[in-house]
């Protein structure tokens, strides 16, 4: 807790101050009020920690080319915070705080391969739960598993998932889920595009989705600090209006 101090990072600091103490807990009153205000405050922090390791890149000019074959002026890789000790605690700290906060109901928790595998053994350590993880596809040998781990029949589960682009294979690990039997009370994510089609999916399905921060505290902060100018806003808003016909 005191390297947070050391850091300079208040924030993180009065973030483990309240977890640690209960504190929380115990001014129940005031806790959507606080809860808000943090959450808030956090989107914006930890922006501004994955423009600072670049594992949220920024190309207005030069557009990544994505698996799916979209064009797009964003890069997420949520993977690279694993590499930096004090962006690693901070995203198990806030995971671990949402799901407590969001999901106190869950019994076990389960990550989304590949990049949410190491996020959600982090929190299920921290909450001294059990950890599973869904493929995105049954091993075509041994025992052919889609879900990896030793659960409790119908446990309720909160899955962690480091990003959400269209919303398909996070999605799909629910379905994977709730298929085995388990109540999927909902899901936590380090990021998201917030694309429409994502909202309208996770709707549909009935998943809760909290997320750490977003497309918009992304922008806003990556303009504060000079990473993109104001002229490249309109057309990054215009890339995440219609991302799959962008640049054709």
Same mark, same amino acid.
């Given at each position: 807790?005191?390297?947070?101090?050391? &850091?300079?990072?208040?924030?993180?600091? +009065?973030?483990?101050?309240?977890?640690?103490?209960?504190?929380?807990?115990?001014?129940?009153?005031?806790?959507?009020?606080?809860?808000?205000?943090?959450?808030?405050? +956090? $989107?914006?922090?930890?922006?501004?920690?994955?423009?600072?390791?670049?594992?949220?890149?920024?190309? /207005?000019?030069?557009?990544?080319?994505?698996?799916?074959?979209?064009?797009? /002026?964003?890069?997420?890789?949520?993977?690279?915070?694993?590499?930096? /000790?004090?962006?690693?605690?901070?995203?198990?700290?806030?995971?671990?705080?949402?799901?407590?906060?969001?999901?106190?109901?869950?019994?076990?928790?389960? &990550?989304?391969?590949?990049? @949410?595998? @190491?996020?959600?053994?982090?929190?299920?350590?921290?909450?001294?739960?059990?950890?599973?993880?869904?493929?995105?596809?049954? $091993?075509?040998?041994?025992?052919?598993?889609?879900?990896?781990?030793?659960?409790?029949?119908?446990?309720?589960? =909160?899955?962690?998932?480091?990003?959400?682009?269209?919303?398909?294979?996070? %999605?799909?690990?629910?379905?994977?889920?709730?298929?085995?039997?388990?109540?999927?009370?909902?899901?936590?994510?380090? !990021?998201? !595009?917030?694309?429409?089609?994502?909202?309208?999916?996770?709707?549909?399905?009935?998943?809760?989705?909290?997320?750490?921060?977003?497309?918009?505290?992304?922008?806003?902060?990556? %303009?504060?600090?000079?990473?993109?100018?104001?002229?490249? =806003?309109?057309?990054?808003?215009?890339?995440?209006?219609?991302?799959?016909?962008?640049?054709?």
């Amino acid at each position: 807790m005191l390297s947070a101090l050391r &850091g300079g990072n208040l924030l993180g600091f +009065l973030s483990q101050l309240a977890y640690n103490s209960g504190i929380l807990s115990k001014f129940a009153v005031k806790k959507n009020l606080y809860t808000d205000l943090l959450m808030d405050n +956090l $989107k914006k922090v930890f922006a501004g920690k994955l423009l600072a390791i670049k594992a949220i890149k920024l190309q /207005p000019n030069e557009p990544f080319t994505w698996a799916s074959g979209w064009k797009s /002026p964003f890069y997420c890789d949520n993977r690279k915070t694993l590499s930096y /000790p004090d962006v690693r605690d901070f995203v198990k700290l806030e995971l671990t705080h949402t799901v407590l906060e969001q999901f106190p109901e869950a019994e076990a928790v389960a &990550g989304v391969a590949t990049g @949410a595998i @190491a996020q959600g053994a982090l929190v299920a350590d921290a909450l001294n739960k059990p950890f599973a993880y869904i493929r995105s596809k049954a $091993k075509d040998h041994g025992m052919q598993n889609l879900i990896e781990g030793d659960l409790k029949p119908g446990a309720k589960v =909160v899955v962690i998932e480091d990003l959400i682009s269209t919303g398909g294979s996070s %999605l799909k690990a629910v379905a994977a889920l709730r298929e085995a039997g388990f109540d999927v009370v909902g899901m936590v994510a380090s !990021y998201t !595009y917030g694309f429409p089609v994502a909202e309208d999916a996770f709707k549909a399905a009935n998943v809760k989705l909290v997320t750490l921060t977003d497309y918009e505290n992304v922008v806003e902060k990556a %303009l504060e600090i000079g990473y993109i100018k104001q002229e490249d =806003v309109p057309m990054l808003h215009e890339w995440r209006k219609d991302p799959a016909n962008w640049k054709k």
